[in-house]
């Protein structure tokens, strides 16, 4: 049931930062004008701007509570595996992971269904781990 939670959560954040980056991309595309993903400066520019974004939304409720809106809402919780909330360091960890998850095409949250202890790739390379805290 953790797993299913787990993935619900990573679906309601996901909808959220998708809103960010909308919301976020306004002030770019205006400035930059029409047909700015044409250069591919600019577009990487742009990209590495939504990346930034992505960090600073994950990283301040990492380091804040553990928990994003969606975790929140599934009532989950992130931890570090001595069962404190993350450092800097280790949220610096767990996004380049989450990087490199997404790089495969979701592979890292697939491991969430074949580890035993209920973490992601990038969880256990990260010694992080989410828990359920409804109970």
Request: net charge positive.
């Amino acid at each position: 049931m953790l797993n299913v939670k787990i993935i619900f959560a990573l679906l309601y954040d996901l909808l959220l930062l998708l809103a960010l980056w909308f919301a976020a991309a306004l002030p770019f595309v205006i400035w930059q004008g029409p047909g700015f993903e044409k250069n591919p400066f600019t577009l990487i520019v742009f990209q590495l701007y939504l990346l930034i974004i992505s960090y600073i939304y994950l990283s301040f409720f990492w380091l804040q509570t553990g928990q994003t809106p969606g975790l929140r809402t599934w009532k989950l919780r992130l931890i570090r595996l001595d069962g404190y909330l993350p450092t800097r360091h280790d949220a610096n960890k767990r996004f380049f992971f989450c990087l490199i998850s997404i790089a495969t095409l979701g592979l890292g949250w697939l491991w969430l269904f074949f580890n035993q202890q209920g973490q992601t790739l990038h969880d256990r390379l990260s010694n992080t781990k989410i828990i359920d805290i409804d109970h």
